[in-house]
């Protein structure tokens, strides 16, 4: 735009002021981060073969799998105590819990937040779903609400959220950029968005490599949008519970 009309002025003043508001207008442009791409890779045997900062993403898990969710050995391996409590829940908030597979989260936090709250339960399969409803009418919650999403979106209304949680499932997003965009733009201003990812480069963790994530990559992701680190927590078996702001 400065381009085009410095090249049609002629008057000197003129030119010297259109300079001068081009300079201005520089930083601000320089200061929106860019839209990271995608590459392709050979795709490896847990993976789609598509790149996204220098991380391969997985395959997405699939409802065949669902019964490995709801493992009986699941609360010493990952102590979800642990990961409740860092996320500091309180009655009355409104959670998304996104790639919410058979609930083994959802249920959780909806005690947590009691009937004056609101658990937003998001996945893309159908099936999961499905087992997720079957076992909350079980349980009798009845402040929990299924969300059907896409690779791209969560399908979440604006600024309703006052924390967004992923547990074992943003290393599978074959859509991470978007669809962390979509997440920050649910969460209220000053709402938290947190990741629980098994502890990538841990010859402890007995996960795939590419079903885990290093601190380092959730915040060189994380760092794309309009997220504030917060805090980590490490102090679980094989995972770790990173939290962002946003602003
Ligand atoms: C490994 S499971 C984890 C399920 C659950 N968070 C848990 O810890 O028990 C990952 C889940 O995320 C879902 N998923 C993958 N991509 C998704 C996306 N873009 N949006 C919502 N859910 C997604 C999968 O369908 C699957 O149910």
Request: aromatic share 8%; glycine share 8%; hydrophobic share 45%.
């Amino acid at each position: 735009m400065w381009g085009s009309l410095l090249s049609k002025c002629t008057s000197s003043p003129a030119r010297i002021i259109l300079w001068l508001l081009a300079a201005l207008a520089l930083p601000a442009a320089a200061a929106e981060p860019p839209t990271p791409h995608y590459t392709t890779v050979p795709a490896s045997p847990d993976g789609i073969g598509k790149v996204y900062l220098g991380r391969e993403i997985s395959h997405v898990m699939s409802f065949h799998g669902a019964p490995w969710l709801e493992r009986t050995e699941r609360p010493d391996e990952e102590r979800p105590d642990r990961v409740l409590r860092a996320l500091g829940l309180k009655a009355g908030m409104t959670v998304a819990d996104i790639g919410a597979g058979t609930g083994f989260y959802t249920w959780r936090i909806a005690q947590r937040i009691g009937a004056g709250g609101m658990v937003y339960a998001v996945d893309v399969q159908r099936e999961m779903l499905k087992a997720l409803e079957q076992q909350m009418s079980r349980r009798g919650a009845v402040n929990i609400k299924p969300v059907l999403g896409s690779d791209a979106d969560p399908k979440l209304p604006p600024g309703s959220l006052d924390l967004a949680l992923m547990v074992d499932v943003y290393h599978e997003f074959a859509q991470p950029y978007e669809m962390l965009a979509a997440i920050v733009r649910a969460v209220k201003p000053g709402g938290h968005v947190a990741f629980v990812e098994f502890r990538g480069n841990d010859p402890r963790v007995p996960i795939k490599p590419l079903h885990t994530m290093t601190e380092v990559q959730v915040r060189r992701e994380a760092a794309v949008h309009s997220l504030a680190w917060v805090a980590t927590t490490r102090d679980l078996p094989w995972q770790q519970v990173i939290v962002f702001r946003k602003p």
